[in-house]
């Protein structure tokens, strides 16, 4: 009898994709026939069952309305299964396992995220070794939601996705906290619902209008700034941070480089974020910042409720500053 019971969740992605007359496209039985053949080989002590999220998609075309679809599931065979494996496309498997890290509140078992950069239909392909790899690590994995790819277990609160086309596509820096947000007793679930967050980078100049435009029609702003967290000081930047804290709308300030973060006040030309009261994300992911906002915005609450959601950390997605 096997040890352990795992509910593999199949989303779609390029791992359960054909060959299509307009290119890679996700069909039925790809992934089932893979697991079938992986529990024939006898070397996995799991008992598999398989859950089908149709319609199934490409992950590009994913919405805060398919991290629901995922959740209810989990939360719906919680109770049952051991663990969960959900496969996914990795075009925003990033946002997904940022998704799942902040709305399972109380998770106490291991849900690990994979996909590939080729699908398993294809010779040469990169699937197999990521569920293979998966369904040996979540016998063993620690509470959490986790990414498994190109032999690495990844924080899915931190990971981002790094490369385009080569199979060692993410990576996530060290975390001082598990993927898991604490909570209890119990499993808790977040909902997420539909605002519109704006996510702009700043460039040289400022943003202009765009910024202006956000400012006046979003629910939330994800800033990408230079650095270690500037932006351009100019009429059009100003006039668009005092409209949003004029509405009440978060402003959320991450890096544009990939490690680090930001810390405001380093530099004088960041002041004007700290003087309209943006947010400082310091080294969250864009990804995690921009599941961060919209769960914020669904949660309800008024603008003071959201600042202080969006500066302390979940799930281990941002380090605080050492005191």
């Not at 959900?86 to 998704?99: C, Q, V």
Request: hydrophobic share 40%; charged share 20%; glycine share 10%.
């Amino acid at each position: 009898m096997a040890d352990k019971r795992i509910l593999l969740i199949h989303t779609g992605g390029t791992i359960g994709m054909v060959r299509s007359g307009d290119g890679f496209a996700p069909k039925r039985g790809v992934v089932e026939d893979e697991v079938t053949r992986l529990l024939n080989t006898k070397e996995l002590d799991l008992s598999i069952e398989i859950a089908v999220l149709e319609p199934l998609i490409d992950s590009a075309n994913a919405t805060p309305r398919d991290w629901n679809r995922i959740t209810r599931t989990i939360t719906a065979n919680y109770a049952t299964f051991d663990g969960f494996v959900i496969t996914h496309g990795t075009d925003t498997l990033a946002f997904t396992a940022a998704a799942l890290t902040m709305a399972l509140q109380g998770l106490e078992k291991p849900v690990i995220l994979t996909g590939s950069m080729l699908p398993l239909s294809e010779p040469e392909n990169d699937g197999h070794r990521n569920l293979s790899e998966t369904l040996r690590a979540i016998g063993s994995a620690a509470p959490g939601v986790w990414v498994q790819f190109a032999g690495r277990l990844l924080h899915g609160g931190r990971i981002r996705k790094t490369h385009s086309h080569f199979f060692d596509a993410f990576a996530a820096e060290p975390a001082d906290h598990a993927p898991q947000r604490p909570g209890g007793p119990g499993l808790i679930r977040h909902e997420y619902g539909t605002p519109d967050v704006a996510v702009l980078p700043v460039v040289p100049g400022g943003a202009g209008k765009l910024l202006l435009h956000a400012a006046q029609n979003s629910d939330g702003i994800v800033l990408r700034c230079f650095g270690s967290g500037t932006i351009p000081n100019t009429p059009n930047t100003e006039e668009a941070l005092r409209i949003a804290e004029d509405r009440d709308i978060p402003v959320l300030a991450v890096s544009q480089c990939p490690e680090g973060g930001i810390a405001l006040g380093t530099y004088a030309a960041g002041a004007i974020l700290t003087r309209y009261n943006a947010v400082d994300g310091r080294d969250m992911t864009v990804e995690a910042a921009y599941v961060k906002m919209v769960l914020a915005l669904s949660d309800g609450g008024d603008v003071a409720t959201h600042r202080s959601f969006l500066a302390e950390p979940l799930c281990g997605e941002l380090s605080l500053p050492e005191k």
